[in-house]
């Protein structure tokens, strides 16, 4: 099931590439300029190339005044110089808000394939049964007949992943069950067992997942090849397939059911909807702050993780009341350790100690609700 913190991993990635991208743009704005004041090569007269030098280099110089000072009225005593200012910071701002669309969008749209990934793992269990039933040299019935591959095939929704995603791929389930199942000594174990109690049957299931199909095999590779955030999904995945099986017995007299993916998926979306685009867009002031406790140095100058983490940080404490100002810190710390440079973690301690203490003085943080926890 989702956590707030795989929430946070989830749009820390997004705003990693969302920057990317809005440097690239900015690259491109320039590449605007130097072309507005390329020479034609096909023109009747030749133009005065020193003339066009001088007029890029002096569109170049206000653009980038005019874009780190955020200005919106551009002028210049050369008209020709102002107009290309004016295009290139207009390029700029139309591809940073479609980026912008498009980067929100594919971060819901990418948290909800979770749940497709899920599907896509219990669904495989039935294939490679499958796959193992067809097996003419060694006796899976251990694995066949497990009542927990048995109540997943009453699942529509895990069936029809399993035609959509599997049936094409048998070449590939066989070749797993001969190089990942067939060559595991626990799984051949398991096979040579002449009863299994339940409890065994479902310990045999869930060593296949974790060990055989989420562990370190060829099966895992697979799905690192196909999924972007394989690293960070699989353990979703992984504690969503477990507490399925874990959740039903075949004693219990009920079907087995579906794990959700989030308790609150609509208060889920929301939280990474406005996370996002508070950190997108961060405020002047607020990105100030974060210069002011970094010895000055513009906040461009930081490394990239460290930037996005201390931005997630200021949105998160000023606009989620119900937040406690300390487990936000102690979430983007966290954030910091397993994400950004060796010495990251302590220096994204350090300020972020310092900008919630300002910030709070200042007005901008007002706790409510869980909020109100005590933070000292």
Known sequence: MLNRRNLRIKVMQSLFA???????????????????????????????????????????????KAFHNRQLAVEHSVAEVAE????????????????????????????????????????????????AAADKKINHRNLTNNPWLEALRQLPAVVEKQTTTWSSRQDL??????????????????????????????????????????????????????ILRWAEDREIVKGMVEKTLKSWSPESGTAL????????????????????????????????????????????????TDRVILEMAITEMVSFPSIPVKVTINEYIELAKSYSTPKSRQFINGILDVLARELTEAGHIRKSGRGLIDNK
Do not use: C
Request: glycine content about 2%.
């Open 18 to 64: 969302f920057h990317q991208s809005r440097d690239a743009n900015y690259l491109l704005a320039i590449d605007r300029i130097n072309e507005t004041f390329s020479p034609d090569l096909n023109a009747m007269v030749q133009p005065d190339r020193k003339e066009l030098e001088e007029k890029k280099r002096l569109a170049q110089e206000l653009f980038d």
């Open 84 to 131: 290309a200012v004016r295009s290139a910071l207009d390029f700029y701002d139309r591809a940073v808000q479609k980026d912008f669309s498009w980067f929100l969008t594919n971060l819901v749209s990418e948290v909800e394939r979770i749940n497709q990934h899920y599907l896509a793992v219990l669904s495989l269990a039935l294939s490679l049964a499958d796959a």
């Open 173 to 226: 389930v066989r070749r797993w069950l001969r190089d990942v199942l067939k060559a595991d000594a626990e799984y051949m174990n398991w096979l040579d067992k002449k009863e299994l109690r339940p409890d065994d049957q479902r310990k045999m299931l869930l060593y296949i997942f974790r060990k055989l199909i989420l562990g370190k095999t060829l099966i895992s590779e697979y799905f690192e090849s196909e």
């Open 257 to 304: 059911q579906l794990h959700a993916l989030s308790l609150n998926w609509e208060d889920d979306r929301e939280f990474i909807e406005k996370l996002f685009a508070g950190s997108a867009f961060l405020s002047e002031e607020y990105r100030n702050y974060i210069a002011k406790n970094t010895r000055n140095w513009e906040v461009e100058r930081l490394p990239l």
